[in-house]
């Protein structure tokens, strides 16, 4: 390898370098992350994606997602796991903090419980939503245990999740306006958006807002907040 050949490489000409040459270079000068981005960048290539690392919901985050009150966010991962949430999402699924730490999924309660097939209007649509994105999110992780152990233990406790896994689809993400009821707000028009952490780029939150005026005058006067950001999976 010349000094020329790698200083065209810096200035990203298309000198048609291969994947294993990067990775070779890259282990070679003992690259870190973010340095393994830019001469993957420069080379025209993306970066295989690092396995999701348990981490630690900040304190600003966590902050972050109770002012959202009183429209409903929590912080998640590429597998569902709600990681934080304030009390207005905690009111709309309820009875989180008392499950095992495995099943505070949105996929898990999507499946396996009843209340999660009554919360959303058309259920059918956000299931398959759900099962599309967790496929996408395998196919770039493959190596997370957490995503393979999430999804067997879906096709073993849900037939729903088994028949649609079968049908092979993969949906990414959208924004989207979803219909919830609620046992005492009623009918919510809500639209659903997702906020990328930046500084923790496997995390994510996701907050449903109100769609209409008289979803914003339900969730403003008739829930009465209960307590501060709920952390859900230990740290």
Not at 4 to 33: F, K, M, N, P
């Amino acid at each position: 390898m010349s000094v020329t050949w790698y200083t065209w490489l810096e200035q990203a000409r298309d000198i048609g370098v291969s994947r294993q040459v990067v990775e070779a270079i890259a282990r070679a000068l003992r690259l870190g992350r973010d340095d393994r981005e830019v001469l993957f960048t420069l080379a025209g290539l993306a970066l295989p994606p690092a396995v999701p690392e348990p981490v630690q919901v900040s304190d600003t985050l966590r902050r972050l997602v109770q002012t959202m009150q009183p429209n409903p966010a929590y912080v998640t991962n590429p597998w569902w796991d709600v990681l934080a949430c304030n009390d207005m999402y905690a009111e709309l699924l309820g009875g989180y903090e008392q499950r095992p730490v495995a099943e505070r999924n949105v996929l898990w309660l999507t499946f396996t419980q009843n209340r999660s097939r009554g919360l959303f209007v058309d259920w059918e649509t956000e299931a398959r939503q759900l099962v599309g994105q967790l496929r996408v999110n395998l196919a770039q992780y493959p190596k997370d245990p957490r995503g393979v152990e999430l999804r067997d233990a879906l096709l073993q406790e849900s037939p729903r999740f088994a028949e649609l896994w079968q049908e092979q689809q993969a949906r990414r993400f959208t924004p989207a306006r979803k219909q919830l009821r609620h046992d005492r707000l009623g009918v919510l028009q809500l639209d659903y958006v997702k906020l990328d952490v930046a500084e923790q780029s496997h995390l994510m939150m996701l907050a449903f807002l109100p769609a209409d005026q008289e979803t914003a005058d339900k969730l403003s006067t008739r829930f009465v907040p209960y307590g501060a950001t709920h952390d859900l999976m230990p740290v």
